[in-house]
């Protein structure tokens, strides 16, 4: 019934899923949760306002995906990117910043507009002319022309959310050169080392897909994000237990982690 070396994997999805479930009912019962910070989103506010400020415009782009939305790897890191949008047109929204939003899947054209709609129409205003910008669905078509808005807008700030690839650096490279705050964010492992480096905020990882629950407090989504940093804790005790138990040769706890 059970296989060996799996018993540990089996109770930590288990745990998991009790998580999920326990805080999700709390949040939907309106019980007060605590939260981590997560400061690349709460510094979208800075970085609209700075831009406000200055009179420059934000921008914005989801990421770069190979086939499109329906990509099952890189696709919903370009969703998660559009999640984020919505707080960030919302904020300009308010403060009657500029926003640009380049794109590189022209499906994603018709979601990023209704975004800002929704979120201009709650300001009573219409949405800037030439917010949205289709550019290309070739990779450094794609970047050549993000690079070529920065440089001709300027923007105040320059938010990357989403799946990136090796034009990520590209882009947060250009965005210091025209003095734009920067906020970085990827699921993709091998980009994420460049945003850390070249941003002033970022999200790193998963952090992207917990977008919505910290800012919406969608009970699900919310639910998840509290489940998953209880998981997060655990392992990193296991990995220090482990390193201790395998250094000191403590064979009992060795048997159990090795179930």
């Known amino acids: 019934m059970f296989v060996e070396g799996r018993i540990i994997q089996m109770l930590l999805m288990i745990l998991t899923i009790v998580a999920i479930y326990f805080y ?11 939260i ?23 921008h914005f782009t989801p990421g770069y995906t190979l086939g499109g939305l329906y990509n099952p790897t890189m696709g919903p890191g370009v969703m998660a990117g559009i999640t984020i949008l919505s707080k960030v047109a919302e904020v300009t929204a308010r403060l009657g910043t500029g926003i640009i939003v380049s794109l590189a899947q ?18 009573n205003l219409e949405v800037p002319a ?23 807008e300027r923007p105040g700030a320059n938010i990357l959310m989403g799946y990136f690839w090796s034009e990520s650096l590209q882009f947060a490279e250009g965005g210091s050169y025209v003095g734009a705050m920067q906020i ?31 800012i919406d407090r969608d009970p699900a989504s919310l639910g998840s994000l509290l489940a998953s940093d209880i998981l997060r804790s655990i392992l990193i005790g296991i990995v220090i237990v482990s390193f201790l138990a395998f250094n000191l040769n403590i064979g009992l706890i060795i048997d159990l982690l090795r179930m």
């Open 36 to 58: 981590r910070p997560i400061p690349a989103l709460d510094a979208i506010e800075e970085a609209v306002g700075r831009a406000s400020e200055t009179g420059r415009p934000v």
């Open 184 to 214: 970085g964010g990827t699921c993709s492992p091998s980009q994420i080392p460049f945003f850390v480096a070249s941003c002033d905020y970022c999200l790193i990882g998963e952090e992207l897909f917990a977008a919505k629950g910290y």
């Open 106 to 123: 022209a499906e994603a054209v018709p979601l990023v507009e209704e975004t800002l709609k929704v979120a201009y129409r709650a300001q």
């Open 24 to 34: 999700t009912d709390a949040v939907k019962k309106g019980r007060e949760v605590t």
């Open 130 to 152: 030439n917010a949205v910008r289709f550019i290309s669905t070739e990779q450094y078509a794609y970047a050549a022309g993000i690079l070529s808005i920065l440089l001709e």
